[in-house]
């Protein structure tokens, strides 16, 4: 199992718990500072988000299983979720996510100096970073990259930006969030099928003064034993062409590859969240020296309402104060509609929260603005 726990010092550089981490870059044409290591803070100044124009509602999918609305709804607190369809792509959203999101913090995006691509359903097998940089009109050529930690890879993505910026001197890091987890869902299985949505959330985080410092604190983990809870494996077939075409025997048989449809322990993953994510929230908490009481908003990461219910309670947080998407399971697009409509304002203390496929968790305690 690998681990991080890691709390943020006053001066702007990390005070790791158990492992140390650092960032540099040494391209010539990056507009990045040449020296290692600089004191510096990084805010969260612009977010965007972006869903596809198709609709799938309980009752949908009512007629491909036998579910109702009814039980869906009481279960995960989702009645619809947004699916790419026809000519949308993953890559058309994350590029109007992170546009959004550029033009919120008032930068261009041959500004931006990183982008960090979290997606576990690409367009492109070798990634879906490189496309978002050219599509997106990033003409300096910054490094663009994509992580990969399901549903806690925005959260790794966050990190990652804020040790970049404390270590390597960039200055402008794009943050991308997008699935198209449908892709490889299987909608015979209403255990499964009801729970994912498509999406892209976008956040620039920007360097700044030490004393303006945005990220507090976090906890984050990887446990891979868990994998057989929640995964998706390749499978192969093996093809005709063990024989040559000049009817030699090549001495093994090539195979197609493709990815096997999501295989999800429902029982199992609730009970990892029920113990893991509150105990990395009060890891983060005790990181950043903050209480609870100074959380003024929860926002996890939505497998469906049992859960965000089950560890607020825990937490004894109150529900009000708890930022809830569940149509998306995805932190910066909650994030993105919290701060358009006005609920979460400039200077206030987010706690957020991801877990997923690895098995994979972690918190991180951000301010906005």
């Known amino acids: 199992m690998i681990s991080s726990s890691i709390g943020i010092n ?3 550089f990390c005070s790791p718990k158990s492992v140390s981490v650092s960032c540099s870059s040494t391209s010539k044409e990056s507009r990045v500072p040449k020296f290692p290591l600089i004191s510096k803070g990084c805010k969260l100044v612009g977010c965007g988000s972006a869903i596809p124009n198709s609709h799938f509602s309980n009752d949908d999918i009512a007629k491909i299983v036998d579910t109702s609305d ?9 009645r619809n979720r947004r699916i790419l369809t026809g000519k949308e792509n993953l890559t058309g959203l994350a590029v109007e996510a992170a546009q959004k999101a550029l033009e919120m913090a008032e930068v261009k995006a041959d500004e931006v100096d990183l982008i960090l691509f979290c997606s576990s359903t690409p367009d492109d097998l070798f990634g879906g970073a490189p496309e978002v940089q050219k599509t997106l009109g990033c003409n300096r050529n910054p490094p663009a990259f994509d992580i990969r930690a399901a549903c806690s890879g925005f959260l790794l993505g966050l990190v990652s930006a804020s040790c970049h910026i404390r270590g390597g001197g960039f200055k402008n890091v794009l943050v991308i969030g997008a699935d198209c987890v449908t892709r490889y869902v299987d909608w015979t299985d209403k255990k499964t099928c009801v729970l994912f949505g498509d999406a892209a959330g976008a956040i620039l985080v920007q360097a700044c003064d030490s004393e303006e410092d945005g990220l507090f604190g976090f906890d984050m983990h990887t446990d891979g034993s868990g994998s057989r809870y929640l995964n998706a494996g390749i499978k192969h077939s093996v093809t005709s062409f063990a024989i040559g075409s000049d009817g030699s025997d090549l001495g093994f048989s090539p195979t197609d590859a493709s990815i096997s449809h999501i295989q999800m322990n429902g029982q199992a993953v609730f009970r990892f969240v029920d113990k893991a994510v509150p105990e990395s929230i009060t890891a983060s908490l ?6 609870l009481s100074d959380i003024d908003w929860l926002l996890l990461h939505q497998a469906n309402k049992r859960i965000i219910d089950r560890v607020a309670t825990k937490l004894e947080f109150p529900m009000d104060r708890v930022i809830s998407n569940t149509s998306a399971a995805s932190i910066p697009l909650a994030l993105d509609e919290a701060v358009r409509s006005g609920k979460v304002k400039e200077g206030q203390t987010i706690m957020t929260a991801g877990f997923g496929a690895g098995l994979t968790w972690g918190s991180a305690i951000v301010r906005w603005g």
Do not use: D, M, P, V
Not at 70 to 78: D, F, K, L, N, V
Not at 286 to 291: Q, V
């Open 10 to 12: 006053r001066s702007g």
């Open 70 to 78: 009814e039980w869906i709804s009481s279960r995960t607190g989702i």
């Open 286 to 291: 005790t990181n950043a020296g903050l209480r």
